[in-house]
């Protein structure tokens, strides 16, 4: 059975820096594409980035392009969000996700989440 451990998550400034970690039990982990998602009060759960395990192919929601970096580590089972000068607009719950088929940014592609980690951001 395959279980996404999250953690990383809390409270900090704008312009601080947040590193959000996930870690996989129960399936290869190089072979899964990873994802982050988050889910902000009141508003629908959006895309933010994603690795593929193919080719390491990586993409960005564009408000997050140049600020969060995805990673990935196969020989610890993690995978990393780097989340770097914040904004309050990034406050979210964030979601890791996996799945072992084709990488997207649609979040019903993924099978396997991950419990939630609370960011927030305060100006």
């Known amino acids: 059975q395959v279980q996404l451990v999250e953690s990383g998550g809390g409270l900090v400034q704008a312009g601080d820096t947040l590193t959000l970690s996930c870690t996989y039990f129960g399936r290869t982990f190089s072979r899964a594409n990873m994802a982050w998602f988050r889910q902000a009060p009141g508003k629908e759960r959006e895309f933010v980035a994603r690795?593929?395990?193919?080719?390491?192919?990586?993409d960005y929601t564009d408000s997050v392009k140049g600020r969060f970096t995805i990673s990935r580590d196969n020989a610890k089972n993690t995978g990393n969000l780097e989340m770097n000068r914040l904004e309050p607009e990034d406050t979210a719950v964030y979601y890791c996700a996996a799945n072992w088929g084709l990488s997207s940014r649609r979040a019903f592609s993924y099978e396997f989440w991950g419990q939630g980690a609370k960011v927030t951001v305060s100006s």
């Open positions: 690795i593929a395990w193919s080719d390491g192919d990586i």
